[in-house]
């Protein structure tokens, strides 16, 4: 089984922290950074190249849109999970750029993305509340 390395980037340093100490046992994952700074956290993350990147944001509120681009950018292929601790809330994000050149590109996207659509990509997972 292949070590998921994992990167924390939130405002709110107890929420990364916390989040950092609730990974830190578990098999498989290890968590290779930690920043509340967003513009040292995306410098980190295209350095370190995570698999995945856990961004906490305002509570409530899922991440920007140019968060997750932004993290895209740094680091291709990695997933990013919006981390909405105010009401329970996982957003999943799997980058998938394609060069579109033609009217055929944007169609052709447009099908697999129908095609190919899962649970796991862009999709909010909703947690019980204990």
């Known amino acids: 089984m292949r070590t ?3 990167f924390i980037l939130s405002p ?18 290890r968590v290779v950074g930690t920043e509340t700074d967003s513009r040292q956290g995306m ?10 990147v856990i961004l906490g944001n305002e509570i409530g509120a899922p991440p920007s849109l140019a968060a997750v681009s ?11 999970i919006g981390l909405c601790a105010g009401n329970n809330l996982l957003h999943v ?16 996207a447009i099908r697999q ?5 899962t649970r796991s ?8 509340r204990r």
């Open 12 to 29: 709110h340093t107890l929420l990364a922290r916390g989040v950092e100490r609730l990974l830190h046992d578990q098999r498989g994952l």
């Open 93 to 108: 994000y799997q980058d998938n750029q394609i060069k579109v050149a033609r009217l055929e590109d944007l169609i052709e």
């Open 43 to 52: 410098k980190q993350i295209g350095l370190l190249r995570p698999d995945v």
């Open 70 to 80: 932004a993290v895209f950018e740094a680091s291709p292929g990695t997933v990013v």
């Open 113 to 117: 993305a129908g095609a190919t659509r």
């Open 121 to 128: 990509k862009e999709t909010a997972i909703k947690t019980e």
């Open 4 to 6: 998921r390395r994992i």
